[in-house]
């Protein structure tokens, strides 16, 4: 199987999606999302980089984020993802201890890979955008964007602060 490429050399912003493992809803637990959102503050300032935009759902996380340094988006990626790793499968085992006895120890909390799309316009931000915050509508979550309270959503539509340092990047 051929090496995949990450193209984070650019200096394009990046539409990052990955998943939890076999798309288990590993997400449906609230202090999971919060987690997760705290996690992606800390990362996001620790390797200098810029958020535009995140949604977390049940099974799955998308972000848009830029990094200044040529190769950052991978570090960043493995940083996060490994840290929220190990943290949140300790997590799902206090809150949610009847899910987390039907997972196996040896299981992963994160589908392997995660998928980077290149961001190399302002147009194509925006659709990832709308595109994002319109995940939980689709999935049936909630009826408007502004009602999911773990996306960005509320944010630009809203006004609203965010635990996650917000800037738009074009």
């Known amino acids: 199987m051929p090496k995949r490429q990450i193209y984070d050399q650019e200096q394009h912003a990046q539409f990052v999606t990955f998943s939890c493992y076999h798309r288990r809803r590993l997400l449906d637990c609230e202090p999971l999302r919060d987690a997760l959102i705290e996690s992606l503050a800390e990362k996001i300032t620790k390797y200098s980089g810029i958020c535009s935009?995140?949604?977390?759902?049940?099974?799955?996380?998308?972000?848009?984020?830029w990094f200044e340094a040529k190769g950052e988006l991978s570090r960043f990626m493995k940083?996060?993802?490994q840290s929220t790793s190990q943290e949140l499968k300790r997590m799902?085992?206090?809150?949610?201890?009847?899910y987390a006895k039907i997972i196996p120890p040896a299981d992963l909390l994160w589908q392997p890979r995660y998928h980077p799309f290149n961001v190399y316009s302002q147009?194509?931000?925006?659709?990832?955008?709308?595109?994002?915050?319109?995940?939980?509508?689709?999935?049936?979550?909630?009826?408007r964007a502004v009602d999911w309270k773990w996306s960005s959503a509320r944010h630009y539509l809203l006004n609203e602060p965010n635990v996650v340092p917000l800037e738009w990047i074009f």
Do not use: F, Q
Request: hydrophobic letters at 40%; a neutral charge.
């Open 53 to 65: 935009g995140y949604v977390i759902v049940p099974d799955h996380v998308h972000a848009i984020v």
């Open 79 to 81: 940083s996060w993802r």
């Open 92 to 98: 799902l085992r206090g809150v949610a201890p009847e």
């Open 123 to 143: 147009k194509k931000a925006e659709e990832k955008l709308d595109y994002m915050h319109k995940n939980p509508v689709t999935a049936g979550l909630v009826e």
